[in-house]
């Protein structure tokens, strides 16, 4: 790639957890997490945004990464010469018999009836004992407590706004 490209990213740093962008960008912004809609802005050499075509983005994304290769492009290796499973007898849909696979008409009716084994139940763990809180558990307990009803108080938007009078 001879043509050098000057692309600014106009992206959020902060915001909620449900937020974040989930483009992959290539590096070196690909270790930021950014939040929301972002923006790429391709500038010349004075710094006068131009056109960034998505067919141009693609080329710079691709540079930038080191490069992709096309599957489609690659010399077709045959897996079935290489598949050691070739020469196994196959169920009906397609799977080797190998055992791993069963076929639904090798099942026998003593496979499913399980019910004459024994099976152990688990053994249940005492209850924990219940601590009595200290003096300052329950203190902090109760400011917490008072300090979380004032803020559902003040977050409330059940209440109408009022209007007060000012001297």
């Known amino acids: 790639m001879d043509t050098k490209y000057n692309i600014s990213l106009y992206a959020k740093k902060t915001g909620k957890a449900t937020q974040e962008n989930k483009y992959d960008y290539p590096p070196p912004v690909d270790k930021e997490l950014y939040f929301g809609s972002n923006a790429l802005v391709s500038l ?3 710094g006068v945004p131009q056109d960034l ?9 691709e540079h930038l990464f080191g490069g992709f290769e096309d599957l489609n492009d690659t010399e077709d ?5 290489n598949d050691v499973y070739n020469e196994l007898e196959k169920t009906k849909s397609g799977y080797a018999k190998d055992g791993f696979i069963v076929d639904d008409d090798d099942l026998s009716d003593d ?3 399980d019910s004459d084994e024994v099976v152990p139940t688990p053994k249940r763990k005492a209850p924990k004992k219940v601590t009595k809180k200290s003096d300052k ?8 407590m008072e300090f979380s009803n004032e803020l559902d108080e003040l977050l409330d938007s059940t209440k109408e ?5 000012y001297m």
């Not at 706004?161 to 009078?165: M, N, P, R, S, V």
């Open 161 to 165: 706004l009022e209007k007060e009078d």
């Open 111 to 113: 496979a499913s009836d």
């Open 77 to 81: 290796e045959s897996d079935d010469e």
């Open 53 to 61: 075509t998505k067919k141009m983005w693609d080329k710079i994304y």
């Open 137 to 144: 558990d329950v203190i902090l307990d109760n400011m917490f």
């Open 44 to 46: 010349d050499g004075d």
